[in-house]
T-cell receptor, first 113, second 113 residues
Framework: GQSLEQPSEVTAVEGAIVQINCTYQ??????LSWYQQHDGGAPTFLSY????GLEETGRFSSFLSRSDSYGYLLLQELQMKDSASYFC??????????????FGTGTRLKVLA | EAGVAQSPRYKIIEKRQSVAFWCNPI?????LYWYQQILGQGPKLLIQ????????DSQLPKDRFSAERLKGVDSTLKIQPAKLEDSAVYLC???????????FGQGTRLTVV
């Protein structure tokens, strides 16, 4: 089977740093994406890791270790607006050049004042 | 650039009734996805199109769900007849072929009573 595991909920205070982990077990793997979704809103793309290592985009960074089937999203200088659900998604290939995305169960982040 | 448009935003129907959702992807995006997101869970891929061809529909309950993408642009997803367990948000997303970022619409929240 295919599974992506994330913590269900994380709580942190404004200005803090928080890490959201994702471990995956899938039949294929081409990369790991992260999406943010506010309540009632659409998922929005945050980052993608196709290779091992750290990718940084402003206050958000994402890390991937393919050998450990593990990745994380790091959010720095937390703001109230970061309160949302965060999903990791594995990119797998159907056929050459055609990809699909398998989403994790999501982590609900609560940022406290 | 206009985003992914979906309608309606909300729909309440009785079980055994039929319902249809519409999606207009971002112009030029050949790949279109329909996801089902049950409250508290991650999006689950129902069907994926590339242009007007189906790439994958392995998780589409074909006895009651159908989808089409005419002329490789707009898409409709239909449920007939609906069951209580179909209550969810139906998300449409689109992307360029092979791109790592998918763009999601606001979704249609379906409640089956």
């Amino acid at each position: 089977g295919q599974s992506l595991e994330q913590p269900s909920e994380v709580t942190a205070v404004e200005g803090a740093i928080v890490q959201i982990n994702c471990t995956y077990q899938t039949s294929g793997f081409y990369g790991l994406s992260w999406y943010q979704q506010h309540d009632g809103g659409a998922p929005t793309f945050l980052s993608y890791n196709g290779l091992d290592g750290l990718e940084e985009t402003g206050r958000f960074s994402s890390f991937l270790s393919r050998s450990d089937s593990y990745g994380y999203l790091l959010l720095q200088e937390l703001q109230m607006k970061d309160s949302a659900s965060y999903f990791c998604a594995v990119r797998d290939e159907f056929t050459s050049g055609t990809y699909k995305y398998i989403f994790g169960t999501g982590t609900r982040l609560k940022v406290l004042a | 650039e206009a985003g992914v448009a979906q309608s309606p935003r909300y729909k309440i129907i009785e079980k055994r009734q039929s319902v249809a959702f519409w999606c207009n992807p971002i112009s030029g995006h050949a790949t279109l996805y329909w996801y089902q997101q049950i409250l508290g869970q991650g999006p689950k891929l129902l069907i994926q199109f590339q242009n007007n061809g189906v790439v994958d529909d392995s998780q589409l309950p074909k006895d009651r769900f159908s989808a089409e993408r005419l002329k490789g642009v707009d898409s409709t997803l239909k449920i007939q007849p609906a069951k209580l367990e179909d209550s969810a948000v139906y998300l449409c997303a689109s992307s360029l072929v092979g791109d790592t970022e998918a763009f999601f619409g606001q979704g249609t929240r379906l409640t089956v009573v």
